[in-house]
């Protein structure tokens, strides 16, 4: 197995194992975008693990580089205005779709949630359509 992929597989696991004893403690959902929304003013009374959630989301890809991990590269036929449209574009989905990808995809389908089938069989159908017009339509090879 290659390197990449075992620190893919173990990142899945952490995220999966997060998810479980988030709720398991705190009965809460593991959902990015909750928990980003609990930090910023106004701060939500449980502040705390919000905090430390999400530095420990953005200090531990940067502990494994500096560890000597392999840097996954990037590249994208797409330019950078784009991407930060996009990024834009997919804060306001979240706003509106009461939640983001890891909310609904790994702790609303774990819990079997309706809404949260719904909007991840969404955002899966609004990727494959997009992948598509960019690569085909719009950036075509």
């Known amino acids: 197995m290659t390197a990449i992929l075992l620190l893919s597989v173990l990142g899945g696991a952490l995220i999966g194992l997060s998810a479980v004893l988030l709720m398991a403690f705190h009965g809460r959902i593991v959902g990015i975008s909750g928990i980003l929304a609990g930090v910023l003013p106004p701060v939500s009374a449980d502040w705390g693990w919000r905090a430390a959630f999400l530095v420990g989301a953005i200090a531990a890809p940067a502990l494994l580089l500096m560890l ?6 990037f590249e994208s036929p797409v330019p950078t205005s784009w991407i930060v449209i996009g990024g834009l574009l997919v804060g306001i989905g979240t706003y509106l779709g009461s939640g983001c990808t890891s909310g609904h995809g790994v702790c609303g389908i774990a819990r079997l949630s309706p809404r949260s089938l719904l909007a991840t069989a969404t955002f899966m159908a609004a990727a494959v359509l997009t992948v598509y017009v960019i690569r085909h339509l719009v950036f075509p090879s």
């Open 68 to 73: 000597g991990g392999p840097a996954v590269g």
